[in-house]
T-cell receptor
Framework: DARVTQTPRHKVTEMGQEVTMRCQPILGHNTVFWYRQTMMQGLELLAYFRNRAPLDDSGMPKDRFSAEMPDATLATLKIQPSEPRDSAVYFC??????????FGQGTRLTVV | AQSVTQLDSQVPVFEEAPVELRCNYSSSVSVYLFWYVQYPNQGLQLLLKYLSGSTLVESINGFEAEFNKSQTSFHLRKPSVHISDTAEYFCAVSYNNNDMRFGAGTRLTVKP
């Protein structure tokens, strides 16, 4: 059963620490999305990649966030330094190129 | 600016009653339209999608949505809801096969 895998599922960290979230997209999917979900802002698109190249990361705070795809089986989202306002659920999704998105279970980040 | 509007943040209904969750989008170009469902502490699951062809699309669990280009709408309907349909529902739009934007979500609560 193909699925998007995100690790870790939960992360609690102290303010100022670096956080790395990982995503394994579904094999064969060429599009990867990163979303952030909060009660106040809902689902926000942070960045997305096609064929490992970043197409749009305008939704991401550039000073502390970075997203990469070192290879076709791994996407990473890093926050350095983390702040309490970064607390949210971060979702990775992958798609087969026709804008469909299959979501992972998310990483629940709490920055204290 | 391209946007997705879900007109109702919460919809409470009684079991076996019909329901309509409304979604409007802004666009003058081709779009792909989606409805996703999110159960507590889970990722989003694709419910149904419109890419082209018939404007009425159906899901396997009785939901349907109709693409109305003139009204730029893609409302989700079900003639008779079950307790298990209680969840958050998100409308999403992809413009020109690029990124996917989500509405704010509608929380459907089905009461016995």
């Amino acid at each position: 059963d193909a699925r998007v895998t995100q690790t870790p599922r939960h992360k609690v960290t102290e303010m100022g620490q670096e956080v790395t979230m990982r995503c394994q997209p579904i094999l064969g999917h060429n599009t990867v999305f990163w979303y952030r979900q909060t009660m106040m802002q809902g689902l926000e698109l942070l960045a997305y990649f096609r064929n490992r190249a970043p197409l749009d990361d305008s939704g991401m705070p550039k000073d502390r966030f970075s997203a990469e795809m070192p290879d076709a089986t791994l996407a990473t989202l890093k926050i350095q330094p983390s702040e309490p306002r970064d607390s949210a659920v971060y979702f990775c999704a992958s798609g087969p190129g026709r804008a469909e998105a299959f979501f992972g279970q998310g990483t629940r980040l709490t920055v204290v | 600016a391209q946007s997705v509007t879900q007109l109702d943040s919460q919809v409470p209904v009684f079991e076996e009653a019909p329901v309509e969750l409304r979604c409007n989008y802004s666009s003058s170009v081709s779009v792909y339209l989606f409805w996703y469902v999110q159960y507590p502490n889970q990722g989003l699951q694709l419910l149904l999608k419109y890419l082209s062809g018939s404007t009425l699309v159906e899901s396997i669990n009785g939901f349907e949505a109709e693409f109305n280009k003139s009204q730029t709408s893609f409302h989700l309907r079900k003639p008779s809801v079950h307790i298990s349909d209680t969840a958050e529902y998100f409308c999403a739009v992809s413009y020109n096969n690029n990124d996917m934007r989500f509405g704010a979500g509608t929380r459907l609560t089905v009461k016995p």
